[in-house]
């Protein structure tokens, strides 16, 4: 068996790449709150701890994947935290969390004798569940290359972005801004046409053969919608917390983000009109609401 990994945070996410992880002959060092979520890991020989310190006492490696900063901040930084272990040396955080909060994990966990790598995922559930994610890699080069089996056992795409802490997390917040606005403009443009008079199957059907294509065309909009499924499998209080993200780091560097705000306000609506833990293709209802014809 290959060297033992912690991993805290076992979500839809995370139990996944934790699976294919013992796949791949690495042991398991856990914590999550949630003993369902443990159960099917253990039963494989993965071992539970009572807080990421203990994770981190046993073991040099620990990722954690968790839903927001804040929850980040605690499990790293907290009085049971990851910088309290006696084992840990690298610090992987797979979570969504900005580039700023990035920065302030690897001036506090470098102080402690710790190397942080921010490396946030793109592909969803599904590139969890076949082993085929993005793993886009911020930090040192020399914890990146030890770290890089660990990543190949969950990802397809993994890539180094340098050594400066937070480049993986701004690379997420780009890739997650372009999703968000992109369903949202060919879930407009897609009602227009429908009202219009087309059908919605052949517009998605000649779109996704031209120049329109995109990831939001193809996976979730011909993929689910159009069949009134709405489980793409990202929450849509999260992506509306990303897109916080990206206006907040945008407005930190100077950039513009005005197309940004108003996907935001859509997203925000949508989150405000039901249970902000549904799928995020739901904010497509909201723009059918407004428009009064819908994608099916």
Do not use: W
């Not at 955080?93 to 790598?117: E, M, N």
């Not at 914890?143 to 972005?161: D, I, S």
């Amino acid at each position: 068996m290959s060297e033992s990994i912690g991993f805290i945070g076992l979500g839809a996410m995370g139990q996944r790449m934790a699976r294919h992880l013992l796949d791949h002959g690495f042991g398991l060092e856990l914590h999550d709150p949630d003993p369902r979520a443990l159960a099917p890991l253990l039963a494989r020989g993965a071992r539970s701890h009572a807080s990421p310190k203990a994770v981190a006492d046993a073991t040099a490696i620990v990722l954690v994947c968790v839903p927001t900063p804040e929850i980040v901040e605690q499990v790293v930084l907290g009085d049971s935290g990851v910088i309290h272990g006696q084992a840990v040396r690298v610090l992987v955080d797979h979570s969504t969390t900005g580039p700023s909060v990035a920065r302030r994990l690897d001036q506090a966990l470098a102080a402690q004798g710790i190397a942080t790598l921010d490396a946030p995922l793109a592909g969803g559930v599904a590139g969890a569940e076949a082993g085929t994610l993005s793993v886009m890699v911020g930090g040192p080069a020399d914890a990146y290359a030890r770290c890089e089996p660990v990543f190949a056992a969950f990802g397809r795409k993994v890539v180094h972005l340098g050594d400066a802490a937070g480049l993986g997390q701004t690379l997420k917040l780009v890739n997650n801004m372009i999703v968000g606005a992109t369903l949202v403009t060919t879930s407009e443009a897609l009602l227009f046409g429908i009202k219009a008079g087309l059908d919605p199957a052949q517009m998605l059907d000649i779109l996704n053969a031209g120049t329109a294509r995109s990831y939001t065309s193809e996976q979730m909009l011909a993929g689910t919608v159009l069949r009134r499924e709405f489980d793409f499998g990202f929450r849509l209080d999260l992506m509306r917390k990303d897109l916080r993200l990206f206006l907040a780091e945008a407005e930190t560097t100077g950039v513009p983000a005005l197309a940004c705000a108003v996907v935001k306000q859509m997203f925000d609506q949508a989150v405000n009109s039901g249970e902000p833990t549904r799928d995020m293709t739901h904010v497509v209802q909201v723009l059918e609401g407004l428009a009064g014809v819908r994608i099916q």
